[in-house]
């Protein structure tokens, strides 16, 4: 009887283990696709440091624990801080975010709000209770907004929009770059074996590298 208590006891230890955490994902990029190295990723849950890491690569995992809400804040210098809401075990826990570029000088630490780019989950669908939200965010219904807040979040929205069309273009943009660079390595391979004359390869290499260079022309005009 005790030997099974004992293993039941360890069964519902080695359950609650399981559940006491999830996965939270990230991949990150910048605008001007720089190395992601030195980014600085923290959660907070209730304005405390739960976790915070230096990463050197673009995909982040880190593991946070359940019955918990949390803000995701994602640093890198000379970039605009992002922070992610109301990450919890309930909701969409992989995302992808991109950094936009900053002129400004950022302290030491976590920023203000309004110097950073914020994006909530949907909390409409959280079934976790009320009171465990961060005692910071407020809720407001659009309906009890003010004819100039409303235009202020219209005006939000618009430009959400045409950040939302430029990244579709750098995105584009970006895999024809990556096309290029294939193109250049089946060239420079074609030659080596002697199956183009190198004459006629050196040309298509100047051509490939004129093509790259108006592309990342491109790029820079679109980051934002």
């Not at 992601?36 to 990463?55: H, N, P, S, W, Y």
């Not at 995992?61 to 359940?66: G, M, N, R, V």
């Not at 660079?181 to 420079?188: N, P, Q, S």
Request: avoid cysteine.
């Amino acid at each position: 009887m005790i030997r099974t208590l004992f293993i039941l006891s360890l069964s519902l230890l080695a359950n609650l283990a399981i559940a006491d955490d999830f996965k939270f994902k990230l991949q990150l990029e910048t605008v001007d696709h720089m190395s992601m190295d030195g980014t600085l990723v923290t959660a907070l849950e209730r304005g405390k440091t739960f976790i915070t890491e230096k990463v050197k690569d673009a995909d982040v995992k880190l593991e946070l624990e359940s019955g918990r809400v949390y803000e995701i804040w994602i640093q890198k210098e000379g970039y605009v801080p992002h922070v992610i809401h109301n990450v919890h075990d309930e909701g969409d826990n992989k995302h992808k975010v991109t950094l936009i570029k900053s002129d400004t000088k950022y302290p030491g630490g976590i920023p203000p709000y309004h110097m950073a780019n914020r994006v909530f989950e949907d909390v409409e669908k959280m079934t976790i209770s009320a009171d465990m939200i961060n005692d910071h965010v407020l809720l407001v219904k659009e309906e009890d907004l003010t004819s100039d807040e409303l235009k202020a979040l219209e005006r939000i929205q618009n430009i959400g929009k045409e950040q939302e069309k430029a990244q579709k273009k750098i995105d584009k943009l970006k895999e024809e770059l990556q096309k290029t660079d294939k193109e250049l390595a089946k060239i420079t391979e074609e030659i080596a074996k002697g199956e183009v004359a190198r004459t006629d390869g050196e040309k298509q290499i100047e051509k490939t590298h004129k093509e790259q260079e108006k592309i990342k022309k491109e790029l820079k005009d679109l980051a934002y």
